[in-house]
């Protein structure tokens, strides 16, 4: 995949960089970009190095300004079949790595579902967000109709849906759209390290089984959903990560996980 195509990517410390790289376009989502995304994600997900995805979009106007309106003009009606857009968000949603959201500037439409698809969403005062399909005749294709409901209550999300109103990072982190709203003073990038930072402290098997509990254990009852948390304590108190973090407590040092 070219560093210089729609999507860059850069490896810097167990953390892996994805970059939306469509500024004059606001990086809306082609097929093209969507594309690389994908095998982005692919590259990550085989890193062992890897811990922690970072989702930025290039330039300060646009997270991700949603899908290339031209090409959804051309869509026919068993397109909206296909995996698409809700597939590529559903993997990273999956993935199993952690993954952080750097919204700074407009988060719409799908740009909003892709931050939505990340564990962690961070905003700066920049920060757009908003579901404005209904504009177009359409409704929320990639995820939107669901993830928002889940993060912020029925009404919330048929509020922003139903009137496409945009909010700002402050609103959306008080809502709880996002986990941390940035103020003035701080760097957006500094904040995103600062909280990958304490992940890539963490066993990465530890990190993948927890995302695993939480997804799968959310729809489902409450009993059905512990017992799912108990089968999975199971696998990692099976791992050598398990055995080198509470050796690590014990002789009050660093633990050095070896992803196994």
């Not at 729609?6 to 790289?21: A, H, Y």
């Not at 982190?173 to 402290?201: C, H, M, P, W």
Request: aromatic fraction near 6%; hydrophobic fraction near 40%.
């Amino acid at each position: 995949m070219s560093q210089e195509g729609n999507v860059r990517i850069k490896k810097e410390g167990g953390m892996f960089w994805l970059t939306l790289n469509r500024p004059g376009a606001r990086n809306a989502l082609d097929t093209a970009m969507l594309s690389e995304i994908g095998q982005a994600i692919d590259e990550a997900e085989r890193d062992d190095t890897i811990k922690v995805v970072m989702v930025k979009g290039e330039g300060e106007k646009s997270f991700a300004s949603g899908a290339d309106i031209k090409q959804l003009y051309d869509k026919q009606p068993l397109e909206a079949l296909l995996p698409g857009m809700q597939a590529l968000y559903d993997k990273i949603e999956s993935l199993n790595k952690a993954t952080i959201a750097l919204v700074d500037g407009y988060a719409l439409g799908g740009g909003c579902e892709l931050a939505m698809a990340c564990d962690i969403r961070i905003a700066s005062k920049k920060a757009k967000f908003g579901l404005p399909e209904l504009n177009l005749g359409i409704i929320p294709g990639a995820g939107g109709t669901q993830r928002m409901a889940r993060m912020i209550g029925k009404g919330r999300t048929l509020d922003m849906i139903l009137t496409g109103k945009m909010i700002d990072g402050r609103e959306a982190e008080r809502i709880g759209l996002v986990n941390y709203f940035v103020q003035e003073e701080e760097s957006l990038i500094d904040k995103a390290k600062t909280v990958a930072g304490e992940i890539l402290k963490k066993g990465p098997v530890a990190i993948q089984i927890a995302k695993m509990a939480v997804h799968k254990g959310y729809d489902m009852d409450e009993g059905t959903a512990m017992w799912l948390e108990k089968l999975s304590q199971a696998v990692v108190f099976g791992t050598e990560d398990k055995k080198e973090g509470t050796k690590a407590f014990i002789e009050k040092r660093k633990a050095k996980f070896q992803n196994r």
